[in-house]
């Protein structure tokens, strides 16, 4: 599981295989703008602490 970090193909890849061979990263990049252009998904911010230390 991917927690705390930015995602990256190789992370979608490997979660999307389960040990199996997975899609190629050009196939999950098409993927990933296809689901973007049609507003299935979208980029969101970090999350941050409002407190301050």
Request: with cysteine.
């Amino acid at each position: 599981m991917n927690e705390r970090q930015a995602v990256t193909y190789k992370t979608l890849i490997k979660d999307a295989s389960y040990g199996e061979a997975g899609p190629d990263e050009r196939t999950i990049a098409a993927y990933l703008d296809l689901f973007n252009r049609l507003k299935l998904t979208e980029d969101l911010c970090g999350w941050e602490s409002s407190r301050l230390n």
